[in-house]
């Protein structure tokens, strides 16, 4: 009979569809967890942008003070909505998060591509905008020092408003704040992160409630959604609005973080969480500051707080207090990414990274970096003393990044996606030209705070230069004192070198297979002896995030099968930390003319001592600092994950 399997194929059916519903519910609720998480992380600093931003505006202290009136509040709230629309949904989410580098972004994603397009662009051109790039991540580390410093300076302010006797107390409170939140970096944001986001959520729907009750008292400020109030503003009150321009930007600090992290959580998770939350809540938040101070011109002093209930004033400010550090913290961690990225590409000295999650690979901490930004956010603190005196600082470093950005990303979508020209002309140009009239409104403030930024962007640009031109030099250098690497192995195979064979397993670092090791050099020479297996390991740095496994490793006999001498070539991306016995486990001994014995290896170093030379391959200064700036280069053993007990060093000296 046919009855039973008939009868089964309905069971059968209810059990798949079963099946995909919980396999459909398990993806949404990924999804959800990824969206929560970048809420997190990427948000924390434009999301606490409420806080300053109006009340930076209409400061009477500041030395282009915004007369309250209507319009001028009409005006200034419509700009402050249709500059983040412009920048952040369109220039941000829309277009540069297109351009990624293997799923990784930010203005260190767009140099690379850059150098990848370099002969559609034509050296010359690919050079100038590289070394623009590097000047926006220069700008970078300048916004990684204030924004922890404006950040929690202008939550805590709020004890001000609540209690006005705590006014001497800000300052220091917010010095214990940052000084603790450095002093935990090093145990990472593994346990952190899983609060960041329901904190964030948390603080974005009660900054949305706090906006939807100031509005519902003066609704009319919807008006201003309207474009006309902005450019009615701009273009009718053109020596107030440009000047209010510069505090304005403050609405879309926080931008090249959602572009800069899209790495670690995607560009649909982050567009969700800007468009269904972020967004909706931040223009609550203006909207609703901005019928307070139509109500009565006095709440210019600190709308944002004054917009809260008498009853929730306590709680906003722990609330804001708990926002900025994980605005601070998702900054810091951008400054620790980027100066690893720089130091992958060249930029820097190798710096020591330690990865502070098993989990997620973008969880690092530089203690370098780190204790560098703890005392440049505490001597910003102690020295400018209040939110409002560092905003204009904080413009700066934000407009020259998203300019170059912005230039970065037209250039790449000519080159990558042939975008056509004319569309460029007039999209790209709309774009930079907003961008350009936020720096030059920036620039009327260099006296006032905006010198800064510029000063830690120039000084970060100096160094990063600097130390690619000395690598460049000292490559050279090395490689002429190191000598060919195939004539020095047939000199080993004919005799020539004079050697004892002892067992064992060497592995010689170099920097590639063309020179031979100034250590393996040294220890033929000085010591008359190779060992029975010789591995001269390159390890080589990407311009992609990660290298697959099956693409890290290349193998080369250097022309002999049975001299147990052989090159390897271990490639990495930038965003990956080199573990030279881990990688040299996956080769099989076929690869290497015998089995390696790795636990009994001996690893060989060859450390460079910089001198000041004559020849005038630098300015003096400069070899200076390349030599000074060699000094914070992290040890080479821990570095590669070298076994300490079995790595030996040999020494030599080139003159810069």
Request: contains cysteine; proline residues 5%.
């Amino acid at each position: 009979m046919t009855d039973g399997p008939q009868g089964t194929e309905p069971a059968h059916g209810a059990a798949s569809r079963v099946q995909e519903a919980e396999q459909a519910r398990t993806r949404d609720t990924v999804r959800l967890a990824v969206v929560v998480g970048a809420l997190g992380v990427v948000f924390g600093d434009i999301g606490t942008s409420p806080i300053y931003t109006l009340q930076t505006v209409f400061n009477p202290d500041d030395p282009h003070p915004v007369p309250v009136s209507t319009d001028n509040v009409y005006g200034v709230v419509s700009l402050v909505f249709w500059s983040v629309m412009i920048i952040v949904t369109v220039t941000y989410i829309l277009l540069a998060m297109r351009a990624d580098n293997d799923g990784e972004g930010g203005i260190m994603a767009l140099i690379t591509l850059v150098r990848r397009w370099s002969s559609r662009l034509g050296s010359k051109a690919a050079a100038a905008l590289a070394a623009l790039g590097i000047f926006g991540a220069s700008l970078f580390f300048g916004d990684s020092m204030i924004t922890p410093a404006i950040s929690v300076l202008s939550a805590v302010e709020g004890l001000k408003v609540v209690e006005p006797s705590l006014g001497d107390a800000v300052v220091p409170i917010t010095a214990v704040i940052i000084v603790t939140l450095f002093l935990v970096q090093r145990r990472g944001t593994a346990a952190v992160g899983r609060v960041f986001g329901p904190v964030m959520i948390l603080w974005f729907l009660a900054i949305g409630a706090c906006g939807v009750v100031g509005i519902s008292d003066h609704p009319d400020i919807l008006k201003s959604l309207s474009p006309t109030y902005a450019l009615g503003f701009l273009f009718g009150h053109w020596g107030t609005a440009f000047f209010a321009l510069a505090a304005i930007v403050l609405a879309v600090t926080g931008a090249e973080a959602l572009y800069a992290d899209m790495g670690h959580f995607g560009r649909r998770a982050i567009t969700r969480g800007w468009l269904l939350l972020v967004l909706p809540a931040c223009v609550l938040s203006y909207m609703g500051q901005g019928a307070l101070i139509l109500a009565d011109p006095d709440n210019i002093s600190s709308p944002f707080f004054l917009l809260v209930p008498d009853w929730g004033r306590w709680p906003m400010v722990l609330l804001a207090t708990a926002a900025t550090v994980i605005a601070s913290q998702a900054v810091i961690t951008g400054a620790y990414s980027v100066a690893s990225q720089a130091a992958r590409l060249g930029y820097l000295p190798r710096l020591r990274i330690a990865h502070t999650s098993e989990s997620t690979i973008g969880q690092i901490y530089v203690p370098w970096i780190n204790w560098l930004l703890m005392v440049s956010v505490l001597t910003l603190v102690f020295a400018f003393r209040s939110s409002a005196e560092l905003a204009y600082a904080f413009g700066m470093a934000v407009t020259g990044t998203m300019t170059i950005t912005t230039l970065l990303f037209l250039n790449v979508a000519r080159v990558k996606w042939g975008t056509p020209t004319w569309l460029l002309a007039v999209g790209g140009g709309l774009l930079l030209f907003v961008d350009l009239l936020f720096v030059a409104a920036n620039m009327t403030k260099l006296v006032h705070g905006a010198w800064l930024p510029l000063l830690i962007g120039l000084t970060a640009f100096t160094v990063m230069t600097t130390w690619q031109r000395g690598r460049e030099i000292v490559t050279a250098q090395r490689a002429r004192a190191e000598g060919a690497l195939p004539e020095f192995v047939d000199d080993l195979r004919s005799g020539k070198a004079a050697t004892r064979q002892v067992p064992g397993t060497a592995v010689f670092l170099n920097r590639d297979k063309a020179t031979a090791p100034l250590a393996m050099r040294a220890n033929v020479e000085h010591n008359h002896v190779r060992h029975e297996q010789v591995v001269i390991l390159s390890l080589t740095t990407e311009p992609i995030p990660r290298v697959p496994a099956d693409e890290r490793i290349v193998v080369d006999d250097l022309g002999y099968t049975d001299d147990g001498i052989v090159h390897v070539t271990a490639r990495f991306g930038y965003m990956e930390t080199p573990d030279v016995p881990g990688t040299l486990a996956m080769l099989s001994p076929d690869e290497t003319e015998g089995r390696l014995q790795l636990d009994q290896a001996s690893y060989f170093l060859s450390k460079i001592e910089l001198r000041r030379g004559t020849a005038p391959t630098m300015a003096p200064w400069r070899k200076r600092l390349f030599i000074a700036t060699s000094y914070i280069t992290a040890d080479a053993a821990e570095h590669f994950s070298l076994p300490r007990d079995r790595t030996v060093i040999m020494g030599s000296h080139i003159e810069v």
